[in-house]
């Protein structure tokens, strides 16, 4: 390909700063054309090293410059208006997650990218790291037989230690946030048990709460119980409090053993087998707020726009993942058990 995707990102925030900016800069199909922050001085300060054009309106900017594909890194309640203009100027569109604040705004950015022939991918990154990569080759091999119980959990101190705002940012407050911990970490989880199981989420029981951030009305942490579609069922932990040792593992128990993602410090992946082998797997480790890895979603990003194939985490999969979200709060609010369609 000797033209550029010429990429704009809108937000430029620390998401930005650490990932979609550092993997554009990395990928040769890309030309950095413009950024957009109401802090217009984070804008530009990219801008000028790209030669780009920076702007505190992202209206302004998707009027003004021709572009081929958005990132969008704003806070959450921004993330559907922002796709769906950038969708209607014909731009393909990467929205980080959670891919909306509602399941109604989810379908209107996927209708808005199908109305105007433009791919549509929300930036589930927890599908790309490599230990997730090779424990999803081994359950779909089909050798652990069926997938009987699982459990899922992510949680670290909470954004104040990653938003370049600190605890002042945007993460806290509700009108822009709509959700915590359950935005942040849950929906990841979410996303990917529905991809490693290959299965969907029939119902959700759940507890959800604000424990321990004071000054905030956005949730801190959350335990859910997910039946699947199967018959299997788990739990999934969210939590912005896990102030020492943070997790991001998860345990898959099936007829012939268990699989064992990212619970140990060596070894990534550990599959013990009824027979009693025990299989280790050293293949990466999985990226921390503390310590970047290459997330491959931008590259993933640009290699479906470059070759026209629909995206692994499309629209319609932010979707289903952003619904188990939604259906945990249901059963906060109602203290019943929620069925998903």
Same mark, same amino acid.
């Given at each position: ?28 199909? +890309? ?27 992202? %209206? ?44 109604? $705004?989810?379908?209107?950015?996927? $209708?808005?990218?199908?109305? #105007?022939? +433009? ?21 779909? !091999? ?31 407050? %509700? ?32 507890? =959800?709460?604000? @424990?321990? %951030? ?6 801190? #942490? ?10 299997? @069922? ?34 990534? =992946? @550990? ?23 290459? !997330? ?16 692994? =985490? ?23 058990? +929620?069925?998903?369609?």
């Amino acid at each position: 390909m000797s033209k550029k995707l010429r990429v704009a990102v809108i937000g430029c925030g620390a998401i930005a700063q650490r990932r979609h900016i550092v993997e554009y800069e990395q990928n040769e199909h +890309v030309e950095l054309v413009a950024f957009a922050d109401p802090v217009i001085e984070r804008a530009e300060k990219y801008a000028e090293k790209h030669g780009a054009k920076a702007y505190a309106d992202y %209206k302004q900017l998707l009027k003004e410059v021709q572009v081929d594909a958005v990132s969008v890194c704003t806070p959450n309640a921004l993330h559907a208006p922002v796709a769906i203009a950038a969708a209607k100027v014909g731009a393909h569109v990467l929205v980080e997650k959670p891919m909306a604040a509602t399941a109604e $705004e989810g379908q209107a950015m996927i $209708e808005a990218a199908r109305e #105007n022939g +433009v791919l549509l991918m929300v930036g589930h990154n927890q599908r790309y790291m490599p230990p997730h990569v090779k424990a999803k080759e081994i359950l779909d !091999s089909g050798r652990l037989g069926k997938v009987l119980t699982f459990r899922t959990a992510f949680g670290h101190p909470g954004p104040e230690g990653w938003s370049v705002d600190g605890r002042g940012s945007w993460f806290f407050r %509700k009108p822009e946030a709509a959700m915590g911990a359950m935005g942040d970490l849950g929906v990841h989880k979410a996303d990917l048990i529905r991809h490693l199981l290959s299965d969907e989420v029939s119902e959700v029981g759940a507890f =959800v709460g604000t @424990i321990h %951030k004071e000054g905030t009305d956005v949730d801190d #942490n959350a335990t859910c119980i997910l039946r699947m579609r199967s018959g299997a @069922i788990g739990t999934l932990t969210a939590s912005w409090t896990y102030y020492k040792g943070g997790d991001n593992s998860t345990i898959i128990w099936c007829e012939n053993g268990v699989i064992k993602i990212d619970t140990d410090p060596k070894d990534n =992946v @550990i599959v013990e087998l009824r027979n009693g082998n025990v299989e280790r797997y050293q293949v990466g480790a999985m990226a921390t707020n503390e310590k970047q890895t290459h !997330s491959g979603v931008v590259d993933a990003f640009v290699g479906h726009i470059l070759a026209g194939t629909t995206p692994l =985490v499309s629209g319609e999969e932010g979707l289903k993942s952003l619904q188990v979200i939604l259906a945990a709060f249901e059963s906060q609010a109602t203290g019943s058990n +929620v069925k998903l369609d």
